[in-house]
């Protein structure tokens, strides 16, 4: 379970208050919401990007509220991926587990196992650039799958795609949960999206979360 | 405007040019066969180097911290604590401030201040220590720093690194912060993540520092003359052989200095930029 519990975060003159949220294990969990209100926000708040001023985050029974990023265990993966631009993709997609100190092999073995998962078997030697959109979000999802987080953050994660793309991905994205058994927090403004990919949909309104549907 | 800067550009080709008139080839290789001149350049590329390397070695992370500590980035740190963040961006002004000093300062006066530097208590240990580490390292005719090497080596420095980190602020600046973020929510500290992330992006301008900052320290002067003094084949780099030439009414020594000069800088700008080009072409940005 996640349980985000009278969470606040300020930003310049932005102000997110009194934000409640529980994940079940393993949940497909999609946070709609109009531009601007904050969801990006939340979901690095969560990642341990940015400061909250009051509230509590738990990962399972573990209280994350004060631990850094790099010690949450909470994979994300930014709207138009963000991958490293001087690293190659294999390189990229082990990064989480090189600096877990993982043996080689075990290495090799998980970014091979993603690589036929996501299907990007083909481009692992090559560096980012000239890569599709597609193929792009496919790596940065390889990459915040490695280390097996407890919770894997997607903020809009199809919004810069093509409709065939977009399509490709969302069946994938189904496919990963299914098989990697992780919570998934998706951020989206696309209803559709909602229907198709959540287990359970909440919706941000007036900078509060209400959960719609289950 | 590009009249302008044709203009400009034709009085550095006339600059060189006329040296090149005024001195023959005969002159230049009756130069190059002086062991003074020769001791001098090979004088200038040492601590020129060294000068640059240290450069770097300071600029990089001073530059990436500079870059990384915007306005954004304290917000993101410090979340809503308005006092703290405003202290926070007036300490980062005031740093800024104080690591441009070497730039604006007329070269005169940062040797002055280096030369009473090495005169008070702490100035005087640091030149002990210094003489006792080369006296141990086998170098017994380096006598400390002040009027030796290595206050060649450190007034180039002074002023060349305040150069270099301007210039890794700038291209750490330009460099996306995202990856970073991204970086650390993979598990990696922030050594790590400025080493294999921020780094590998930022290799084009860490090439342009160390040039400029190898670019100032050949040029250096002023520090050098009061802080090391011009001794012949002892602190005698290109930039004091041209004064001393000049100084003793050897115009026309002064200007095969001055050509020689010139060509080391050329090859070293060309061979940057090539560096630069072939960095491009193999993938790097």
């Not at chain 1, 490293?84 to 073995?109: C, G, S, W, Y």
């Not at chain 2, 750490?172 to 790590?192: C, M, S, W, Y």
Request: with cysteine.
């Amino acid at each position: 379970m996640i349980r985000i519990s009278e969470l606040a975060i300020g930003q310049g003159d932005f102000r997110l208050e009194d934000v409640n949220l529980s994940l079940p294990d393993q949940c497909y969990a999609i946070l709609m919401g109009p531009t601007g209100c904050g969801k990006t926000t939340l979901i690095e708040a969560i990642c341990g990007l940015r400061p909250i001023c009051n509230g509590s985050i738990y990962l399972g029974n573990h209280n994350v509220t004060n631990q850094a990023a790099f010690d949450r265990n909470v994979g994300y993966v930014p709207q138009d991926s963000v991958l490293f631009p001087t690293m190659r993709i294999d390189h990229q997609i082990e990064f989480a587990l090189v600096v877990r100190k993982m043996a080689k092999n075990d290495r090799r073995q998980r970014v091979a196992e993603l690589a036929d998962l996501l299907g990007i078997g083909n481009i692992l030697k090559r560096f980012p650039q000239g890569l599709s959109g597609g193929e792009r979000q496919r790596v940065a999802l390889a990459r915040a799958l490695a280390f097996r987080p407890q919770l894997l953050c997607l903020d809009e994660p199809l919004s810069a795609l093509d409709a065939s793309t977009k399509s490709q991905i969302s069946s994938l994205l189904k496919r990963v949960h299914a098989q990697e058994k992780v919570t998934v927090l998706h951020i989206t403004h696309n209803p559709t999206e909602a229907v198709e990919l959540g287990t359970i949909v909440f919706r941000m309104v007036d900078q509060k979360i209400v959960q719609t549907s289950s | 405007m590009s009249g302008l800067g044709g203009l400009y550009l034709v009085l550095i080709i006339l600059l060189v040019v006329v040296d090149f008139q005024y001195a023959s080839w005969s002159d230049i290789r009756e130069s190059l066969s002086d062991e003074r001149v020769v001791f001098s350049i090979y004088l200038s590329l040492i601590t020129c180097s060294l000068a640059a390397i240290l450069s770097i070695w300071v600029a990089v992370p001073t530059g990436y911290v500079l870059a990384r500590l915007g306005r954004d980035a304290i917000q993101r740190h410090l979340g809503q604590k308005p006092w703290l963040n405003r202290l926070a961006q007036f300490l980062r002004h005031l740093v800024d401030t104080i690591l441009d000093i070497p730039i604006v300062l007329p070269p005169l006066v940062v040797g002055i201040s280096l030369l009473v530097l090495f005169q008070t208590p702490v100035g005087r240990s640091i030149d002990h220590a210094t003489q006792s580490f080369f006296s141990w390292a086998g170098f017994p005719g380096i006598r400390g720093i002040t009027y030796e090497i290595p206050a060649i080596i450190l007034a180039q420095f002074t002023v060349a690194a305040a150069f270099a980190i301007r210039t890794m602020r700038n291209t750490f600046e330009q460099i996306d912060d995202r990856p970073e973020l991204v970086a650390l929510t993979l598990g990696a500290r922030r050594f790590r993540v400025f080493h294999s992330v921020a780094l590998p992006q930022a290799w084009p301008g860490t090439v342009a520092a160390f040039t400029l900052a190898w670019a100032r320290s050949l040029g250096e002067f002023g520090p050098i003359l009061i802080f090391a003094g011009t001794a012949r084949m002892k602190t005698e780099v290109l930039s004091t052989t041209v004064y001393l030439n000049f100084q003793f009414g050897n115009l026309r020594g002064a200007v095969v200095a001055s050509l020689i000069l010139i060509s080391v800088a050329v090859v070293v700008l060309v061979a940057t930029r090539l560096l630069l080009l072939s960095g491009q072409k193999g993938g790097l940005r």
